[in-house]
């Protein structure tokens, strides 16, 4: 957190645009740059020049297949760092097409809700690729209904470390991480697996609290390696979030109050956010 904002880094995002505002806003709340874009050209000639990248794939349009596909084959090609964001895994064929596109040119950090993550587990196939045992829930809407009715991240522990050592094998340095948002966080780099209580359930009662997570992520990500960048901006985000629902009113007041929450808490404040190995 003092990294980031003695080096207010560049953190680009190609994101969901009904998030953008949030995202950008809690990326400069947080201490880093933002820069949003949705033309291929753009991100991959400013990814050399950015700390990461962020890429959310929650609201789509035609192009997005093509440019996506483009963006995430030049990152990996280069070495970027970048943020994923799954969101909504499993819901559409076009939606799932991008998400199996990645595979081939996988991200450095994979953020997700449980649902999400044990989709693009399965999606991705990775059950014998990563050594363990194969995922066995119904893939596509139905595994993420599965899941959501469950509302367990325990649940996507097996999916995480699977997904986060097939991040770490395919990249220049041999590092990744996932995080998955629950009541009580995960984040994993594929052998140590964390949890994080804490935050406030107001988070679920505004759009984009997990957007701008991924795009902070990003931001950390640019100073830090994958697992500690994650674990960072979740700890990050459970104080703020903490301290911006006892400052509220409702959803409204609770957003403001997140931003600056965001900006106003220490990094020793995040040091002390719970935090222990599962």
């Known amino acids: ?115 999400e993550a044990l989709v693009l587990h399965d999606m991705w196939q990775l059950g014998d690729a990563a050594g363990t045992d194969e995922h066995n829930g119904p893939a596509g809407v139905e595994a993420a209904d599965s899941v959501e009715a469950a509302d367990s991240v325990d649940a996507a522990i097996t999916a995480a470390t699977d997904l986060a050592a097939y991040l770490a094998l395919h990249s220049p340095t041999h590092t990744g991480a996932v995080a998955v948002s629950g009541e009580v966080d995960l984040v994993t780099d594929g052998r140590l697996v964390y949890r994080l209580p804490g935050g406030s359930a107001m988070m679920t009662k505004i759009t984009g609290a997990g957007c701008s997570l991924g795009g902070v992520t990003a931001t950390y990500l640019a100073v830090a390696d994958p697992l500690v960048a994650s674990l960072a901006a979740s700890m990050l985000y459970n104080v703020s979030s903490g301290a911006a629902e006892r400052a509220s009113h409702g959803p409204g007041s609770f957003q403001t109050a997140f931003l600056d929450a965001l900006w106003n808490v220490t990094p020793e404040e995040i040091a002390s956010a719970p935090l222990y190995l599962a």
């Open 1 to 115: 957190a003092q990294n980031v904002r003695e080096q207010t880094p560049l953190a680009q995002s190609f994101t969901n645009f009904v998030t953008i505002n949030l995202v950008a806003n809690a990326q400069l709340a947080a201490g880093g740059t933002a820069a949003m874009s949705f033309l291929p050209n753009d991100v991959t000639s400013l990814a050399s020049s950015c700390g990461a990248t962020y890429i959310n794939v929650g609201t789509l349009l035609p192009f997005y297949r093509d440019a996506l596909q483009e963006i995430s084959e030049h990152l990996s090609r280069h070495g970027c760092k970048w943020v994923l964001d799954p969101v909504a895994a499993g819901v559409g064929v076009a939606r799932t097409e991008i998400l199996k596109g990645f595979k081939d040119y996988p991200p450095t950090v994979i953020r997700a809700n449980a649902s």
